[in-house]
């Protein structure tokens, strides 16, 4: 069964765009959201986490956006640049984390110049 | 500060073989865990180390084991080798555990042949 649910799968978007990601969670016990950015060869990096008692953050030009009663979350990238491109994962944790994080599938983004 | 590291970056096994893969957390973290990507599954938790003991164990057979040394540096071994086996592996460092932000290494390319 797939916890967290990652669209869409892949994304084109031109220089200075807005890409959006959407990840959905079934596991109402998840309080930790974090999304990793991959690039080839390299090992995730985080990027950005929320935890449920805010709606929205912001870190440089990454924002999450979290709606809880919908159980969905979101990244936006503000002003995209070509050096963005890479797969993002979004992830969910429970707060005792007994069971590790749980990815989505992942989202392969790519940004035109 | 230096970040995960892992080693070996690469490594090709024969099935039936074991493999031995090390992983050196972040400096002050106390917490490892591991981590298996492939194209079909994605990123699945196997197990997490806390002060040399194993707090948590994703759903992986016996086959996949670990341990912590004092130094919190970790091992994960993987006996009688699968083709299925072939994979990135990825450790992660925390200094609280799973429910905290975890950073992660660039991986062990596990070929299974």
Redesign the interface.
């Known amino acids: 069964q797939q916890q967290v649910k990652q669209s869409p799968q892949s994304l084109i978007v031109q220089k200075g765009g807005i890409p959006i990601i959407n990840c959905a969670y079934e596991n109402t016990a998840f309080d930790?959201f974090?999304w990793?950015q991959q690039f080839p060869?390299?090992?995730?990096?985080?990027l950005i986490?929320i935890r449920p008692d805010v709606s929205e953050k912001k870190e440089g030009r990454f924002t999450i956006s979290f709606n809880k009663s919908a159980k969905q979350f979101s990244l936006h990238i503000m002003d995209s640049q070509p050096g963005d491109s890479a797969t993002y994962?979004c992830?969910a944790?429970?707060?005792?984390?007994?069971?590790?994080?749980?990815?989505?599938?992942?989202t392969h983004l790519i940004i035109q110049p | 500060k230096a970040g995960v590291t892992q080693t070996p970056r690469y490594l090709i096994k024969t099935r039936g073989q074991q493999v031995t893969l090390s992983c050196s957390p972040i400096s002050g973290h106390r917490s490892v865990s591991w981590y298996q990507q492939t194209p079909g599954q994605g990123l699945q938790f196997l197990f997490e180390y806390f002060s040399e003991t194993q707090r948590n164990k994703g759903n992986f057979p016996g086959r996949f084991s670990g341990r912590q040394f004092s130094n919190s540096r970790s091992e994960m071994n993987v006996s009688t080798l699968e083709l299925g086996d072939s994979a990135l592996y990825l450790c992660a460092s925390s200094w609280y555990g799973l429910a905290g932000e975890q950073y992660f290494g660039p991986g062990t390319r596990l070929t299974v042949t």
């Open positions: 930790y974090p990793y060869g390299k090992g995730p990096a985080l986490a994962f992830a944790n429970s707060g005792g984390g007994a069971d590790g994080l749980t990815f989505g599938k992942g």
